[in-house]
């Protein structure tokens, strides 16, 4: 059974650092061709895909973000980490992780979120 | 970015009609196409990938068609637990992009 389950600060200050961790039970990110996403919803709108990192590590960064958005894996400690530096009030929304494996190849089990509000 | 327009925004339909959700993609994205059902407080849960295939455990109710650049969620049958929020989501070009979503609501 796979779960998925995000961590992290539920009030950010703007200009701020957001760091949330998924840690996840059921699969290991070093299996060929798997990987974890994080995808984020304002509240009432669309979900955006803002990173996705591979099991050999590749990555990708939503362009939009490119230059504030970190993802990095710690494969041993089945957690996946998302960094957005200097949060504004438009970066609120719930933050999910996400696990695409090959069959699906796509985001097939989902945590549960976690709401993330910017303000001061 | 490829931009997915999800029509219509709301559908009002009564328990045992059928609904039929379209999805049209602003370029070709193969059949790498997903679709999701979203409630309330609830994180998005996989019904359709690769445009046609159910995925685990979704009823038979739930069909998705479609190539390139139309694509279709058709649910035959309405049963009460289906009112919810339906995206499509493209997996042919990073960044992968969902649609606005279709409200189907309850007349």
């Known amino acids: 059974q796979i779960t998925l389950q995000e961590s992290g600060p539920s009030l950010v200050q703007p200009t701020q650092t957001l760091t949330v961790t998924c840690t996840f039970t059921?699969?290991?990110?070093?299996?060929?061709?798997?990987?974890v996403g994080w995808i984020r919803q304002p509240p009432g709108k669309a979900p955006e895909c803002l990173a996705f990192?591979?099991?050999?590590?590749?990555?990708r960064i939503s362009p939009s973000l490119n230059t504030r958005l970190t993802i990095t894996k710690d494969t041993s400690r089945n957690q996946v980490v998302l960094t957005l530096t200097n949060m504004d009030p438009v970066d609120t929304g719930t933050y999910f992780c996400?696990?695409?494996?090959?069959?699906?190849?796509?985001?097939?089990?989902w945590g549960q979120g976690t709401l993330v509000t910017v303000s001061s | 970015e490829i931009v997915l327009t999800q029509s219509p925004v709301t559908l009002s339909l009564s328990p045992g009609e059928s609904a039929t959700l379209s999805c049209r993609a602003s370029?070709?994205?193969?059949?790498?196409l997903a679709w999701y059902q979203q409630k309330p407080g609830q994180a998005p849960r996989l019904l359709i990938y690769d445009a046609s295939n159910r995925a685990t455990d979704i009823p038979a109710r739930f069909s998705g068609s479609g190539s390139r650049t139309d694509f279709t969620l058709s649910i035959s049958s309405l049963e009460p637990e289906d009112f919810a929020v339906y995206y499509c989501?493209?997996?042919?070009?990073?960044?992968?992009?969902f649609g606005q979503g279709t409200k189907v609501d309850s007349k």
């Open positions: 989501q493209q997996r042919h070009n990073w960044p992968w992009t």
């Open positions: 996400a696990y695409r494996g090959v069959v699906p190849p796509t985001f097939a089990h």
């Open positions: 370029q070709g994205v193969a059949s790498q």
């Open positions: 059921g699969f290991s990110l070093a299996t060929t061709g798997v990987g």
């Open positions: 990192i591979y099991w050999d590590g590749e990555k």
